[in-house]
């Protein structure tokens, strides 16, 4: 055989391996996004006993059984005062191997209500197999942390972004106090609760911290900033 010929054949033994492998992926790839969409669905129409069937049953399992973590999801959605009123979809990243389980990613938006004011929130879906794609089980990025996620799922996160949840309504308030204050976001919020923990201290330090608290019927960090302000000009308290 000449080295012509032999190079032919290499290449097409590369073609065809990865058209096989292709054809392999799609129907997997077809069954994680039809079952992400029926895991979506369940959430917008709030059918959590079967939402909680298509959760990964390993933090079922954490949450006491499939019966708590039903009760404490219902739970959850009531004291939040958030409603799920669409939910769409972005492709799924590439599929990993984590240990004994295949993962992938689904970016999502949801766009919801939080206490009458409608938001749109970014995040994501982690989808989760143990038979080669076959059935696929999920977690909502809502209910995870993303260090979380990135400590739990090294091999994920070293081949997929992992992004940062996000909210339309709370994103549009930030942009407007970068802009009143002419600096950062993160610098207003530190520079906030560096304020918050000198209040705290000089309110410590004069003896009322228990009065205040009694008043208020909550801990002290539990209380605004600008409450605190008034009962420090009441008691006449400085820094």
């Known amino acids: ?17 990865f058209c096989v492998s292709f054809s392999l992926a799609a129907p997997v790839m077809e069954k994680l ?10 959430m917008v129409n ?8 298509l959760t990964n049953p390993d933090i079922v399992k954490e949450m006491g059984g499939l019966l708590k973590a039903t ?24 599929i990993v191997s984590e240990k004994h389980e295949d993962i ?29 794609g076959e059935n696929w ?4 990025g809502l209910t995870i942390d993303r260090d979380e996620v990135i400590k739990r799922y090294p091999i994920l ?5 992992i992004p940062k949840l996000t909210n339309s ?22 520079e906030a609760y560096e304020e918050s923990q000198r209040v705290i201290w000089a309110i410590e330090k004069s003896g009322k911290k228990d009065l205040i608290v009694k008043r208020e019927g909550k801990e002290i960090n539990r209380i605004s900033i600008v409450r605190l302000k008034e009962y420090m000009n009441e008691f006449n308290i400085k820094y």
Do not use: C
């Not at 996160?157 to 972004?161: G, I, L």
């Open 137 to 140: 089980y999920f977690i909502d």
């Open 104 to 132: 992938a990613l689904i970016p999502i938006q949801i766009l919801s209500t939080i206490d009458s004011i409608e938001t749109i929130l970014g995040t994501y879906l982690l989808a989760f197999s143990w038979d080669g």
């Open 33 to 42: 996004f039809w079952q992400a969409n029926e895991y979506t669905e369940a």
């Open 169 to 190: 309504y709370v994103d549009q308030i930030f942009r407007e106090i970068e802009e009143a204050e002419n600096k950062p976001i993160d610098q207003v919020i530190n």
């Open 46 to 53: 709030n059918k959590i006993h079967y939402l909680m069937k």
């Open 1 to 17: 055989m000449n080295a012509i010929i032999k190079k032919k054949l290499i290449v097409l033994g590369v073609v065809l391996t």
């Open 71 to 94: 009760i404490a999801y219902k739970y959850s959605m009531r004291s939040s005062s958030i409603k799920f009123n669409n939910i769409q979809m972005d492709q799924p990243s590439i």
């Open 157 to 161: 996160a070293s081949n997929v972004n």
